[in-house]
T-cell receptor
């Protein structure tokens, strides 16, 4: 069975601080994909990144960066110089091969509050 | 806007009534997924459909819930005889192809409140 754990439930930072959101996953599959989604206060889910299990290169996109480490089954997300607009719930998700289905297994989410 | 569309955005029902939630996938996408988000919880998979076929409904409650994705028109998630425990946000996602590598793009969700 697959599992995604986001141990931090709520994080509060002051604007311009760096913040790291942790994600730990469990799967016996050797081929899988990891995702991060953002859910702002308006409620929709916004796709941020997809990473496959064979690519451990870290990725940077503007103020966002992701650190994937298979050795610790972690896929952590760092926001540099946080801004108030980063306030949202962030979900980490896992996709493994289950026949014809590519359903996502989500963590419970981390609520990030960025104060001015 | 060619994103995933869901309607209604908010739906209020009394216990025992039926709820119908609609989802139009992104243009060109023929794979639709429904997820439910209970308060303070992550999203839980319910059902995966392709046009006219249910591929995986392992996350659907056995009773009162059904889903369809007809050849023409949106995907429908139907909840019969709603109970208070059905109150949740229901999200639809779509993908271009099948497979674990595919990114699922989500709609804005339907917030169902059962009184």
């Amino acid at each position: 069975a697959q599992k995604v754990t986001q141990a931090q439930t709520e994080i509060s930072v002051v604007e311009k601080e760096d913040v790291t959101l942790d994600c730990v996953y469990e799967t016996r599959d050797t081929t899988y994909y990891l995702f991060w989604y953002k859910q702002p206060p308006s409620g929709e889910l916004v796709f941020l990144i997809r990473r496959n299990s064979f690519d451990e290169q870290n990725e940077i996109s503007g103020r966002y960066s992701w650190n994937f480490q298979k050795s610790t089954s972690s896929f952590n997300f760092t926001i540099t110089a946080s801004q108030v607009v980063d306030s949202a719930v962030y979900f980490c998700a896992l996709s493994v091969s289950t026949g014809a289905n590519s359903k996502l297994t989500f963590g419970k989410g981390i609520t990030l509050s960025v104060r001015p | 806007n060619a994103g995933v569309m869901q309607n209604p955005r908010h739906l209020v029902r009394r216990r025992g009534q039926e709820a119908r939630l609609r989802c139009s996938p992104m243009k060109g996408h023929s794979h639709v997924y429904w997820y439910r988000q209970l308060p303070e919880e992550g999203l839980k998979f319910m059902v995966y459909l392709q046009k006219e076929n249910i591929i995986d409904e392992s996350g659907m409650p056995k009773e009162r819930f059904s889903a369809e994705f007809p050849k023409e028109g949106p995907s429908i998630l139907r909840i019969q005889q709603v109970v208070r425990g059905d109150s949740a946000a229901y999200f639809c996602a779509s993908s271009l192809n099948a497979g674990i590598q595919e990114t699922q793009y989500f709609g804005p969700g339907t917030r169902l409140l059962v009184l």
